[in-house]
């Protein structure tokens, strides 16, 4: 693509009650441009990374909360991060919507080879494992650590270690059952406490990771998300501690912060019985 020239988009033919697609690029479009906000006129790349990060967190708890009208905003939202970043680059004259579709299109045709080709795919199993060959083939990732090495850094941990696992796991390197899991687990916690007692920073920092790291592979073993029970724990916590200031307003007429520790795991236990 050559560089673009400005393209004039009237403010007025944009106040509508429904929209479409196109509606959108031309909102962005202005937006973007002398006429439009300064505010998203000076944003770049980098400046708005966060934020795209932050709305497609927010789109997750309207899915968890089963709140379609929350979803409908939040997914809006995810949409205008992907729209900025696109014009900012149809800007320059290097890539617009067309191009984002078409390689989006052209590796979903070239990934379902069940779907629009003659391979096996009948079950969800085989149609995930053309997805994965093909692209470690695609990615040129000859080697198992190719594909180790591939998962973004900027993952979550707790996610990016489930990530790292799964893929190791296709070369056969995972245990044979929760119980070697859970040995491994014991193992690493007896280095953690070990550490604890020496002054090496680095060192219990190591095997902090080492610990959480193999209770992801019990995770892993038992069939569960570590990355998302941690998110129901933290949820959990934060409603009984909430709990328990009412509870401490309510039968010591004082703050939670004034009870003694003792008073306050009281409270913890019995909220969390109860």
């Known amino acids: 693509m050559n560089s673009v020239s400005h393209e004039r988009i009237s403010p007025a033919e944009l ?5 479409g697609f196109s509606d959108f690029v031309k909102l962005i479009r202005l937006l973007r441009s002398p006429e439009g906000c300064p505010w998203d006129r000076e944003q770049t790349h980098t400046s708005i990374r966060k934020n795209f990060i932050e709305e497609t967190y927010e789109a997750l708890e309207a899915i968890d909360n089963d709140d379609l009208p929350l979803l409908r905003e939040e997914l809006g939202d995810v949409m205008l991060q992907v729209g900025l970043h696109v014009e900012m680059e149809r800007e320059l004259g290097r890539m617009d919507f067309d191009d984002v579709f078409t390689a989006l299109c052209k ?8 779907v629009f080709g003659e391979a096996a795919g009948g079950t969800p199993a085989q149609a995930l494992d053309n997805w994965e060959a093909i692209k470690m083939r695609t990615k040129g990732q000859t080697r198992y650590g190719d594909s180790l090495k591939s998962v973004p850094a900027a993952f979550p941990a707790l996610m990016r270690a ?8 296709r070369a056969g390197f995972v245990y044979p059952d929760v ?8 193992e690493e916690t007896a280095e953690l406490r070990e550490a604890i007692d020496g002054a090496d920073a680095a060192a219990k920092e190591r095997e902090l990771g080492d610990l959480l790291f193999a209770l992801v592979s019990v995770a892993q073993q038992m069939g569960l998300d570590a990355e998302e029970a941690l998110t129901r724990a933290g949820q959990r916590f ?7 200031e009412q509870l401490a307003e309510q039968r010591e007429g004082k703050p939670l912060h004034e009870l003694d ?8 236990q019995e909220v969390k019985q109860g």
């Open 15 to 19: 106040i509508k009650d429904r929209y």
């Open 261 to 268: 520790a003792a008073d306050q795991l009281n409270l913890w």
């Open 238 to 244: 934060t409603e009984r501690f909430c709990r328990m």
């Open 162 to 169: 489930q990530k790292l696992q799964s893929r190791a796991a």
């Open 107 to 114: 590796k979903l045709v070239q990934r379902h080879p069940h």
């Open 179 to 186: 119980d070697a899991a859970w040995d491994k687990l014991r």
